[in-house]
């Protein structure tokens, strides 16, 4: 099967603009979650859907972060505006709603570099 | 914050057994042990998880003190492409609103030729 996909691999944008994530789950994936490592820290959570919902938006860092999954496939991520502290590699991870299924899938990230 | 604490890192020969431990003195009764792994440019990669048995698949063994407060990782027998940062990670599986994993800041294990 395929894996979790990323889109793009690398960005890079001036402070100010707009960019936006796309992660295509595995299909059949309910359950979709958001990560990202900023630069020197530690990988943290963003946020979690189930389906189209979000269950867990705890971790979203401010409001300049707007995450959707229209439909239940596939989401984005988008920041309006891009701040420099917002630099750093994105991922996306995906699990099947059977919660005897154990780990979460990740995608290789995207890395964001906003100057 | 995590509620992990491993080396920051570790040396092992190729060929050999790399044993990654991980302390979690505070884990409570709902909750497991995962490992995952994160090898350089790539997402974090499950490896296994358990809650207070053994357990074996085909990456790796966990291995859980019977008070559960530590576990280690065992890699039988490690190849150069294991060479990445491990993480150590508690997960109530019990609760279904919460579904994160918090990430510690791991170990870095370097596989030697």
């Known amino acids: 099967e395929a894996g979790v996909t990323q889109f793009p691999s690398h960005s890079v944008i001036e402070k100010g603009q707009t960019v936006t994530l796309r992660c295509d789950p595995i299909?059949?994936?309910?359950?979709l979650y958001w990560y990202r490592r900023v630069m020197g820290k530690e990988i943290k959570f963003l946020l979690h859907?189930?389906?189209?919902?979000?269950?867990?938006e705890s971790g979203m860092p401010n409001n300049r972060f707007l995450a959707e999954r229209t439909g239940g496939t596939y989401s984005t991520l988008k920041v309006q505006p891009a701040e420099l502290e917002d630099s750093g590699v994105y991922f996306c991870?995906?699990?099947?709603?059977?919660?005897?299924?154990?780990?979460?899938?990740f995608g290789s990230g995207t890395r964001l570099t906003v100057v | 914050d995590a509620k992990t604490t491993q080396p920051p890192s570790m040396d092992c020969a190729e060929g050999r057994a790399a044993n990654l431990p991980c302390n979690h003195s505070?884990?409570?009764?709902?909750?497991?042990v995962y490992w995952y792994r994160q090898i350089h440019s790539q997402g974090p990669q499950y490896i296994i998880h358990?809650?207070?048995n053994n357990e074996t698949n085909e990456m790796a063994s966990l291995i859980i003190t019977e008070d559960r407060k530590s576990s280690t990782l065992i890699l039988p027998h490690a190849t150069l492409r294991d060479t990445a940062v491990y993480y150590c990670?508690?997960?109530?599986?019990?609760?279904?609103?919460?579904?994160?994993?918090?990430f510690g800041t791991g170990t870095r294990l370097t596989i030697i030729p």
């Open positions: 859907f189930v389906k189209e919902s979000k269950q867990d």
């Open positions: 990670i508690v997960r109530d599986r019990s609760n279904f609103g919460n579904e994160k994993l918090t």
């Open positions: 505070t884990i409570s009764g709902n909750e497991y």
């Open positions: 358990g809650l207070k």
């Open positions: 991870a995906s699990s099947p709603r059977d919660r005897t299924n154990y780990g979460y899938t």
């Open positions: 299909s059949g994936h309910d359950n």
